[in-house]
């Protein structure tokens, strides 16, 4: 549930980024046509980046230090059983169902119009006579005209053209592509400003179109003529759209002498949030950093090792070792009824008698798997002490343990109720480079 979170969280952050910048710089602009595509960017655009992790090609300066890291332990909880989705998922996924199957039921609405009603073919479209029962709207290629209305030659025309715009200019497919986006992301607010927003631009834009070479003062008084009455098809662009007030406004706020500066910004705010939600800097994740800040020579005064002659081992070998943590580890319950997942860095010292001291999470997840790991590794039998000098010496390790709610690839191996796997197989004499950037 962790990812999901996160996925809801940094999706509702883009938005409300994208169309802040829309609301402040692009809202009274003419400029409909870039108004129109950076919406849809702007909805395209906050459910890919928070998907999207992209490393970028450069690495901080870094220095090396020598820190004794064991292999790493997979553990997966669903060896042998499963403990179900989380109550998010599943009112996420039932949003999702719901708001799909209220699009499928508008476009059924819509093509049982189609198929019922007279019809006309003409070069660019297809003319659907409603009789009366709906008011004049466009869908696709298809016009619907109510051929009750009280309308002169002209003004006929200049709905006409006003339609046909929203045909030319492919509104329909718009409409379609917020709906489909607002399904997937029905629990984003921002959306639903999107969304009206891009209608809005879609009935300037139709406008424009309607009244190039026209008299303005003749539309704007048919466009306030008409009763807002949409009948319920949100899928279809209509003449008498809402919010009237403002397109009449418009009408007289066409601005041909655009600052073309102003469109930098939103260009900027978008790549900016890319580089913020999607870009990771490589080698110097949050996991090194921790490892090297808890590599140090000395703790209390006593000398602890980090490199030994002779590495410490525990009764029977690092995979009985493994064996052992597999089996007494638990995934708790509170990890896996959230979803969280994730790798925890769990630092000890082997005392020169062999004893487990000094444990502690230097990198953890929380949710109770920093505890676990914690609790295991201090019931561990005593181990066979480092050596160095041919003494017995305390000696730091740290051993990773990834907590995955899916099955690893590579092998695997079933101790008790845990899946695990060994990263590689434990080299004693190994040190692991930990690299982390210089101040």
């Given at each position: 549930?962790t990812?999901?979170?996160l ?7 883009c938005?409300?980024?994208?169309y ?10 003419s400029?409909?046509?870039?108004n129109r595509y ?5 909805v395209?655009?906050?459910v ?13 300066s870094r ?5 004794i890291?064991?292999?790493?332990m ?21 949003g ?8 499928v039921l ?6 049982k ?6 019809k ?6 297809v003319?659907?006579?409603t ?6 709207f ?6 619907f005209?109510?051929?009750t ?18 045909i ?5 497919g718009?409409?379609?592509f917020i709906?489909i986006?607002?399904?997937?992301m ?14 809005m ?24 003529r ?11 662009s ?11 406004r418009?009408?007289?706020n ?7 500066g102003k469109?930098v910004?939103?260009v900027m ?6 580089g913020?939600?999607?870009c990771?800097?490589?080698g ?5 950093i921790?490892?090297?800040a ?8 006593e000398d ?5 002659d ?10 009985a ?11 708790p319950q509170q990890?896996?009824?959230?979803g ?12 020169e008698?062999?004893?487990i ?7 953890g997840?929380?949710?109770g ?7 295991v590794i ?15 010496v305390?000696t ?10 899916a ?14 796997k060994?990263?590689e197989?434990?080299n004693?004499n190994e040190?692991?480079m930990v ?5």
């Amino acid at each position: 549930m962790t990812n999901l979170l996160l996925f809801l969280f940094q999706s509702v952050a883009c938005s409300l980024v994208f169309y802040a910048i829309y609301y402040l710089v692009l809202r009274n602009e003419s400029c409909y046509a870039f108004n129109r595509y950076y919406l849809l960017s702007s909805v395209l655009f906050s459910v890919i980046f928070p998907l999207v992790k992209v490393d970028l090609p450069w690495a901080l300066s870094r220095e090396v230090t020598a820190v004794i890291t064991l292999p790493e332990m997979v553990v997966d909880p669903y060896a042998n059983y499963y403990s179900g989705v989380s109550w998010l998922e599943v009112v996420y996924a039932v949003g999702i169902v719901f708001f799909v199957a209220k699009l499928v039921l508008k476009v059924i609405s819509v093509a049982k119009l189609i198929t019922s009603a007279e019809k006309e073919t003409h070069h660019d479209y297809v003319l659907v006579r409603t009789k009366g029962k709906l008011p004049t709207f466009s869908f696709m290629h298809y016009l619907f005209w109510d051929d009750t209305q009280e309308l002169g030659e002209r003004e006929q025309q200049q709905i006409l053209k006003h339609e046909l715009a929203h045909i030319r200019r492919k509104h329909s497919g718009d409409i379609l592509f917020i709906e489909i986006a607002h399904a997937i992301m029905w629990f984003n607010p921002i959306v639903y400003a999107i969304k009206h927003a891009l209608v809005m631009t879609h009935e300037f834009e139709a406008d424009d179109k309607a009244t190039e070479g026209r008299d303005i003062e003749a539309y704007q008084k048919l466009l306030a003529r008409q009763v807002l009455n949409q009948y319920g098809l949100e899928l279809g662009s209509h003449f008498n759209q809402s919010q009237t007030l403002k397109r009449l406004r418009m009408l007289t706020n066409k601005n041909n002498n655009v600052y073309w500066g102003k469109f930098v910004l939103p260009v900027m705010a978008m790549v900016m949030v890319f580089g913020v939600v999607s870009c990771e800097l490589p080698g110097i994740e949050e996991d090194q950093i921790n490892i090297q800040a808890a590599a140090v020579s000395h703790s209390g005064g006593e000398d602890v090792f980090v490199k030994v002659d002779e590495m410490p081992s525990p009764p029977g070998g690092m995979q009985a070792f493994y064996t052992y943590v597999a089996r007494e580890l638990r995934y708790p319950q509170q990890a896996r009824r959230l979803g969280v997942e994730g790798r925890v860095f769990v630092q000890f010292v082997v005392e020169e008698d062999g004893s487990i001291s000094n444990i502690q999470t230097i990198k953890g997840i929380g949710a109770g798997c920093d505890l676990e790991s914690e609790t295991v590794i201090a019931g561990s039998p005593k181990w066979n002490a480092g050596r160095h000098g041919g003494r017995a010496v305390k000696t730091r390790m740290i051993l990773p343990i990834s907590f995955k709610l899916a099955h690893p690839e590579g092998e695997e191996r079933v101790v008790g109720d845990l899946d695990i796997k060994v990263t590689e197989e434990p080299n004693l004499n190994e040190v692991v480079m930990v690299s982390y950037p210089s101040k």
